[in-house]
């Protein structure tokens, strides 16, 4: 099958789908709202006495992970300390489609917290203790390996949602910006608002244009079948530097005030590919000298591969009081100011591929620039400067002591959906930001914890934690289009995430030694790329796996108080 009226006739869906896309962001910043989203995430981390009662000390304080979390926990103290927490961690991910399921495991050894208290007597009755605090602790880890495909595509390709989105945007810009047909280090970044997706799907002949170089058109079309695969491999880590001060009023109301200075590095190395039989590609008839390119049916080979290195600091502010009405209850509350941060991101993005008529007596691939060579690779890599706001975090707590061993807590965190992203003069990419509304939601958290003093020198403790999912129903079952930015078309939804943990603590004059035992389940839904939606109906769907993330972390804090 050959032609443009083929080519014309299969591209009738992307005509009406590229209706729905006018207005629609052009994608020109370095993040987009799920990006923002996944470095935005925060784990359950610091001393293994705070983790092994879930976290739950917004009530409670007198634990060097208050610094980062209710800094009225610093009031706490009457006496100063220094320690160190070090952990061994064993993360297993599992991806799932219908077709495989792959399984990866990685050890993970680092230091999740150093502290010190400095507790300083003002030998006064409504004033007793001055507090000041520093400490280091990481409270965000994104190792992560994604991987599998599927054995049948049933009529999703990449390819169609980047021609359905170039559609959308208007025309690849006039042809003194070609070469040989195609565009060469073409930067659209820096010259133009067409996405560079587009580009280097133009530049691979994953997407092509018709007779009059007007309309793109996918490799998928009536007739295709094939398979699809991906791989992904996240990596990096937020570390948080905290300085607090505080105090309490006549042991019955503590106060802290905390600077948080946070130090940001994540890197995603990627790769999507397609294997497509009877594919819709372009060739050139062989004999003629006219140079025109024709859509013909094929075998289409190309693999998107992608890098992106985000890195930046930010700060923070967190306020925090608890309050004792008797010595056996207590209420504390802390709100943590959105993270500004400064950030800087480095990608990569190539594409390699192969396409082969059926008829190789008729059509010829010679258009290519190696025609002889398997694949062929088209790139660009840049920078991107700009800033980058997290969520407003508030929790509410309650601490009880039942008799005179036992300690029960409880902690509620609502963190929002504030998120944004702005370029390094302050200007607001405000279609980034209705994304972030539109896919995601508030963030519930609820932490348990509870320690039973088995003998003055040994404790026993035990936590749990549930949070919520941060994504819009919606947006998590294909019901809006997801729009990504850069050349990466995938994303990662995280659903609920549970926490168990047990721990024992023993002291032994001013030393002590704390020990945790932490499971954490997480499952996420990866998904290629976009769904496709006409009139608001699902008209390709988002090709998706499942995955489920198990870590097991053993946690050591050893310390001094003096």
């Given at each position: 099958m050959a032609g443009i009226t083929t080519n014309r006739t299969t591209m009738n869906k992307l005509i009406i789908a590229a209706t729905i896309g006018a207005g629609l962001p052009l994608l020109a910043s370095a993040q987009a709202a799920v990006d923002l989203a996944n470095l935005s995430q925060l784990d359950l981390s610091g001393t293994a006495r705070y983790m092994s009662m879930g976290g739950a000390f917004t009530a409670l304080g007198g634990d060097l992970?208050?610094?980062?979390?209710?800094?009225?926990?610093?009031?706490?103290?009457?006496?100063?300390?220094?320690?160190?927490?070090?952990?061994?961690?064993?993360?297993?991910?599992?991806?799932?489609?219908?077709?495989?399921?792959?399984?990866?495991?990685k050890t993970l050894f680092r230091a999740n917290n150093f502290g010190y208290v400095g507790s300083f007597n003002l030998y006064n009755n409504t004033t007793p203790f001055i507090n000041f605090g520093a400490s280091y602790s990481r409270v965000a880890s994104f190792d992560r390996i994604?991987?599998?495909?599927?054995?049948?595509?049933?009529?999703?390709?990449?390819?169609?949602?980047?021609?359905?989105?170039?559609?959308?945007?208007?025309?690849?810009?006039?042809?003194?910006?070609?070469?040989?047909?195609?565009?060469?280090?073409?930067?659209?970044?820096?010259?133009?608002?067409?996405?560079?997706?587009?580009?280097?799907?133009?530049?691979?002949?994953?997407?092509?244009?018709?007779?009059?170089?007007?309309?793109?058109?996918?490799?998928?079309?009536?007739?295709?079948?094939?398979?699809?695969?991906?791989?992904?491999?996240?990596?990096?880590?937020?570390?948080?530097?905290?300085?607090?001060?505080?105090?309490?009023?006549?042991?019955?109301?503590?106060?802290?005030?905390?600077?948080?200075?946070?130090?940001?590095?994540?890197?995603?190395?990627?790769?999507y590919q397609e294997n497509l039989s009877d594919a819709y590609i372009a060739a050139l008839k062989v004999g003629a000298e006219d140079g025109k390119t024709y859509i013909v049916n094929g075998r289409a080979d190309y693999r998107l591969s992608n890098f992106l290195h985000s890195s930046g600091s930010g700060f923070n502010l967190k306020f925090g009081v608890i309050f004792k009405p008797v010595n056996q209850f207590r209420i504390g509350l802390s709100v943590h100011t959105p993270t500004w941060y400064n950030m800087t991101d480095t990608y990569y993005g190539g594409i390699d591929y192969k396409y082969t008529p059926n008829d190789l007596a008729a059509y010829s691939i010679n258009q290519l620039k190696n025609p002889s060579d398997a694949p062929i690779t088209n790139d660009g890599t840049s920078w991107h400067d700009y800033h980058m706001r997290t969520p407003w975090r508030m929790s509410v707590g309650m601490a009880g002591v039942i008799g005179n061993n036992v300690i029960v807590s409880a902690d509620y965190e609502y963190r929002g959906n504030n998120m944004s992203v702005s370029d390094v003069d302050g200007n607001e990419y405000k279609d980034v930001s209705s994304d972030v509304k539109t896919y995601y939601k508030g963030v519930h958290t609820l932490r348990l914890g509870a320690e039973f003093r088995v003998t003055p020198q040994l404790s026993l403790r035990a936590g749990y934690v549930y949070q919520t999912s941060p994504v819009k129903t919606e947006a998590a079952n294909d019901g809006v289009m997801i729009w990504t930015a850069g050349t990466i078309p995938s994303y990662t939804f995280n659903k609920e995430t549970q926490y168990v943990s047990v721990g024992a603590g023993y002291k032994f004059k001013r030393f002590y030694v704390d020990f945790a035992y932490v499971n954490r389940q997480r499952k996420s839904t990866f998904h290629a790329y976009t769904p496709i939606l006409v009139d608001q109906a699902l008209d390709q769907a988002s090709p998706s796996a499942s995955v489920s993330a198990r870590d097991n972390e053993f946690v050591l804090s050893v310390g001094y108080k003096f």
């Open positions: 992970s208050t610094l980062n979390n209710n800094p009225a926990g610093i009031g706490v103290y009457r006496s100063s300390e220094v320690g160190l927490t070090l952990s061994l961690m064993n993360r297993n991910t599992e991806t799932s489609t219908a077709d495989v399921t792959d399984k990866h495991n994604m991987s599998g495909g599927w054995g049948n595509m049933n009529g999703s390709s990449l390819s169609n949602y980047i021609a359905a989105m170039t559609n959308s945007e208007g025309d690849i810009p006039s042809s003194d910006m070609q070469f040989d047909g195609r565009y060469d280090g073409y930067n659209p970044y820096l010259d133009s608002n067409i996405p560079w997706l587009s580009i280097l799907a133009y530049n691979g002949y994953v997407i092509n244009d018709n007779a009059d170089g007007v309309i793109y058109s996918g490799l998928m079309g009536q007739g295709t079948y094939g398979t699809g695969e991906f791989k992904t491999r996240e990596k990096g880590h937020v570390d948080e530097y905290n300085i607090t001060f505080g105090g309490n009023v006549m042991n019955v109301f503590y106060y802290g005030i905390g600077v948080g200075i946070t130090d940001l590095d994540y890197k995603q190395y990627s790769y």
